[in-house]
């Protein structure tokens, strides 16, 4: 195959054209995309028994919105939609397949290493989405333009309103040890359903769905992670199925509990008494990066173990860059670095990633490659702690390198407990300075 490509570069400003105005590539406007994680299909003894419902979506399909606006007659920039959500991708491929006299593009997710491949033909889609971190990881993609309900325009009256927190637990088919408790935050408006799972370990990041009936589903994509959720409410529970993108999923089952709650993150992981933290690495343009050393002396250390396939680090690292930002005099006093752990095997590879992802999210300080993207390698990185729970995990060290906070996972704005975790922060630091 021969392709002819045009690489777009980013786009800093907004736009937008109006309904009648022309295009050269992809229709303007929202889109409902679909990514096909199971292959639905039906006996021929129960066709007649479908509903409209399956017409619209079908089991294993993971629908998201999407909308393409045009800057002028031939740039365009897209924003993946997850309820208040909108991820905006600028990286955009635009070409011909002379083979298939198709119209193709390439849609990139930088920070996450992955992409969607679409062949165009007026307004419909066909595809996939392909993470490059993970080998063999592709999922089969389809989009229709001016489609913008997201798994049905069905409005069944739901059985009952299950706004409110509840709690939860995942893997119910799997052993105990096996099993994991979460918060399953919901806000229900009529048919329109959004919301998100609070863990120990992090958040699912922005849901989106709808309640049919006794029925709900809810959805989010973010270009890491593809999360399809279904579920049956029977007055004050829910038994339902996740899907973790096209290779696992599992049960879940929750009861209403306004009441239930999580462990602090502060008190999940514990620093080891008389146990220290020293690094010697480098960053990606080749300075030395150590410590104990004069460079950290008399500043506020906050040490974040991230990496950068992983959406809640993302948040982390978005809440942080932010912080420095809005809180100058504060950010004066600390020393912030971002120690990530990748999925590529190749470190030179790593460090080019992660001056891209620097530069993407605009950290502005030092993000540099800890090691492979195990637990194990982060805790033998830092034996400080006891063990390492959860990517990311925050350590906060004062001004005489005495460990201050270990906070486990990250609770993003998605969640209710952002704004309380951003006071909290300011709070510490202010006291540390």
């Known amino acids: ?41 039906l006996p021929a003894q129960k066709k007649d028994d479908v509903s409209i419902l399956y017409e619209q979506f079908k089991p294993g399909e993971l629908p ?20 208040a959500q909108r991820i905006r991708l600028d990286s955009i491929q635009y070409g011909r397949d002379r083979t298939l006299a198709r119209d193709t593009m390439n849609v990139w997710f930088p920070e996450y290493q992955s992409y969607i491949h679409a062949e165009i033909r007026g307004g419909v889609m066909q595809g996939y989405w392909r993470l490059t971190t993970k080998e063999d990881y592709q999922i089969p993609f389809y989009a229709h333009a001016g489609r913008n309900y997201r798994f049905t325009t069905l409005n069944n009256k739901p059985d009952r309103d299950i706004t409110g927190n509840w709690a939860a637990r995942f893997g119910i088919d799997q052993p105990e040890a096996a099993q994991e408790m979460a918060v399953a935050e919901f806000r229900q408006d009529g048919n329109h359903l959004l919301g998100t799972f609070r863990t120990e370990t992090g958040d699912y990041g922005y849901l989106e769905g709808t309640v049919q009936g006794r029925k709900i589903w809810l959805s989010g994509f973010d270009g890491a992670h593809a999360l399809l959720f279904s579920g049956s409410v029977r007055g004050d529970s829910i038994q339902g199925q996740v899907n973790f993108g096209h290779k696992s999923r599992s049960l879940w089952t929750a009861w209403k509990d306004d009441s239930f709650d999580l462990r602090p993150a502060d008190s999940i992981t514990q620093a ?9 690495l480098k960053t990606p343009d080749g300075r030395a990066l ?19 396939w992983c959406p809640n680090c993302r948040d982390e690292q978005v809440f942080l860059t932010e912080f420095m930002r809005d809180n100058p005099e504060l950010a004066s006093q600390m020393a912030v670095i971002c120690f990530s752990f990748e999925r590529n095997k190749d470190a030179d590879q790593a460090s080019a ?10 950290i502005p300080y030092d993000v540099v490659y800890a090691g492979q993207a195990s637990k194990d390698d982060a805790a033998r990185m830092f034996p400080v702690l006891d063990r390492i729970n959860a990517f990311p995990t925050m350590i906060v060290l004062d001004k ?6 270990v906070h486990t996972g990250f609770d993003g704005p998605a969640t209710s407990r952002y704004e ?3 006071s909290e922060f300011k709070s510490l630091i202010t006291s540390l300075r």
Request: aromatic share 18%; charged share 25%.
């Open 272 to 280: 080891k008494k008389g146990a220290g933290i020293s690094f010697n």
């Open 1 to 41: 195959m021969k392709f002819f490509w045009f690489l777009f570069v980013p786009v800093l400003f907004g736009g937008c054209i109006e309904a009648n105005s022309s295009f050269t590539r992809v229709a303007p406007g929202v889109w409902r995309g679909v990514l096909e994680l199971e292959k639905f299909s």
């Open 353 to 362: 990633h992660l001056t891209r992802y620097k530069k993407k999210l605009g």
């Open 64 to 83: 998201f919105n999407f909308e393409v606006t045009y800057t002028d007659d031939e740039r365009f920039y897209i924003e993946i939609i997850n309820g």
């Open 400 to 405: 005489n390198d005495q460990i201050r906070l």
């Open 290 to 308: 150590s410590y104990p050393s004069r460079d950290f002396s008399g500043k506020i250390k906050v040490f974040t173990i991230s990496g950068t």
């Open 420 to 422: 309380s975790f951003c």
